[in-house]
């Protein structure tokens, strides 16, 4: 079956560290794109990638990184810069054209 | 930025009435979305409606646009207990590229047995 993954389900983090969400996507889709959801909000854009080498920041990138070497993975790198990272990191992709998003199951990132 | 604002906040009522969400946004758009989330889980794309459309159905699903006045209403005729998610509008910039989409703060559904 095409869908798109993200793992892990549930992350931790300690204070000062970084961590990576993984994003994989069997669609043959050609862009991908990294959302951030807070508690009773809607989703905030983190970074989008429209081809393979290469990617935009979105709204809110300050204390994220990406990497897009394969056009099946978009991994999401949170950094020890992101001052408030606890949140629902939510992957996606989209054919090109008028068309909806497939979005993956999300990843809940907690800082203990 | 948050383009979209939905309408009520939050909404709760008995299976078998119908619910209506309201979807306002505040600049030129190339097409309109709408995508239900269950409590902890991805978004599900449900509806696509282009600017130049007006109203589109899916099932229960009947979805308007009123480019006019910046605004959109999802309306679930016959809900049910399985409807209860929040309700999410998207919309698409009307320059060229990809479609990158801006989501609003979304609409909670209780649907009530």
């Known amino acids: 079956d095409g869908g798109i993954t993200q793992s892990p389900k549930y992350l931790f983090r300690k204070e000062g560290q970084n961590v990576t969400l993984s994003c994989e996507q069997n669609l043959n889709h050609d862009a991908m794109y990294w959302y951030r959801q807070d508690p009773g909000q809607g989703l905030r854009l983190i970074y989008y990638s429209q081809i393979v080498n290469d990617f935009q920041k979105g709204d809110i990138a300050e204390g994220y990184s990406v990497s897009r070497e394969k056009k099946e993975s978009f991994p999401l790198t949170v950094t020890s810069a992101q001052k408030n990272p606890t949140a629902f990191y939510l992957c996606?992709?989209?054919?090109?054209?008028?068309?909806?998003?497939?979005f993956g199951s999300g990843t809940r990132l907690t800082v203990v | 930025s948050q383009q979209g604002e939905e309408d009520p906040q939050a909404l709760s009522i008995q299976e078998g009435e119908n619910a209506t969400m309201n979807c306002s946004y505040k600049t030129s758009i190339n097409n309109l979305q709408w995508y239900r989330q269950n409590s902890g889980r991805g978004l599900v794309h449900l509806i696509l409606?282009?600017?130049?459309?007006r109203e589109k159905h899916s099932g229960r699903l009947r979805v308007t646009l009123d480019t006019s006045k910046k605004s959109s209403s999802l309306l679930i005729t016959a809900s049910r207990a399985a409807d209860t998610a929040s309700y999410f509008c998207?919309?698409?910039?009307?320059?060229?590229?990809?479609?990158?989409?801006?989501f609003g703060a979304g609409t909670r559904l209780a649907v009530h047995p």
């Open positions: 409606i282009r600017s130049n459309e």
């Open positions: 996606a992709s989209s054919s090109t054209g008028l068309n909806g998003y497939t």
């Open positions: 998207a919309t698409g910039p009307s320059s060229g590229g990809y479609n990158k989409l801006i």
